[in-house]
């Protein structure tokens, strides 16, 4: 199965930057997602990491590194609507799996003015 | 307007009741899940489903019960064996290779 690790919870302010780490133990890999959850609301999609490496997508960028088992989702220039909590999820790679996703207990970002 | 709806947005079960919590989508998706999530803890897999007539249980089936009879719709039934029903549903849909739409998830409470 997968253990997926990611702090409770982190306060900075605006305009800052903040990191938010991720580390999984999983039997198999086959990609790793991170989500924005506002309190109340669905999960949306921020980024998705299968090959080693940064990805960039305006203010957020997703890094991975799969031999140390590691994400980070860093936030620049926060915003106040940056207060969210955010989803770490591993995709596992077996056959009876396909498009499940198993996921972290969230991080709560808190942006203060 | 195309994605993915769950209903009621609240839901109230009394004592020994079963409930149904909808969910409905129209991107002609084969595989749609149901997740759980409770305060501090990660969401949960409940059920899912790769394609019509068939579904499997995920890691927290027990309590629940599901159908898959359309492609569109896989209603997820909270029976009076779920014990702690309180919490935030989600249905997903696996959109593309890379991750799940959400629905905007049904919250129900025990009362």
């Known amino acids: 199965g997968q253990n997926i690790d990611q702090p409770t919870e982190m306060t900075a302010t605006e305009g800052a930057i903040v990191q938010i780490n991720c580390t999984y133990q999983?039997?198999?890999?086959?990609?790793l997602f991170w989500y924005q959850q506002h309190a109340g609301e669905a999960p949306t999609f921020l980024s998705y990491?299968?090959?080693?490496g940064l990805e960039e997508k305006g203010r957020f960028s997703s890094f991975l590194s799969r031999s140390k088992g590691y994400s980070y989702l860093l936030l620049k220039e926060l915003q106040m609507k940056d207060s969210a909590s955010y989803l770490c999820?591993?995709?596992?790679?077996?056959?009876?799996?396909?498009?499940?996703?198993?996921f972290g207990a969230g991080t709560q970002v808190v942006v203060t003015p | 307007d195309g994605g993915i709806t769950q209903s009621p947005k609240y839901l109230f079960r009394k004592e020994g009741q079963n409930v149904t919590l909808s969910c409905e989508q129209n991107?002609?998706?084969?595989?749609m899940y149901w997740y759980r999530q409770d305060p501090g803890q990660g969401l949960r897999l409940i059920y899912y489903?790769?394609?019509?007539?068939?579904?499997q249980k995920g890691d927290i089936a027990e309590g629940y019960s599901v159908s898959r009879e359309k492609k569109e719709s896989f209603p997820l039934t909270v029976t009076s064996a779920q014990k702690n029903p309180t919490a935030f549903y989600l249905c997903?849909?696996?959109?593309?290779?890379?991750?799940?739409?959400f629905g905007s998830g049904t919250r129900l409470t025990v009362v």
């Open positions: 990491n299968v090959l080693d």
């Open positions: 999983t039997s198999g890999f086959n990609g």
């Open positions: 999820a591993v995709r596992p790679l077996t056959t009876d799996s396909w498009g499940k996703l198993q």
């Open positions: 991107l002609n998706h084969d595989a």
């Open positions: 489903s790769q394609i019509v007539n068939d579904f």
């Open positions: 997903a849909i696996q959109a593309t290779n890379y991750g799940y739409t």
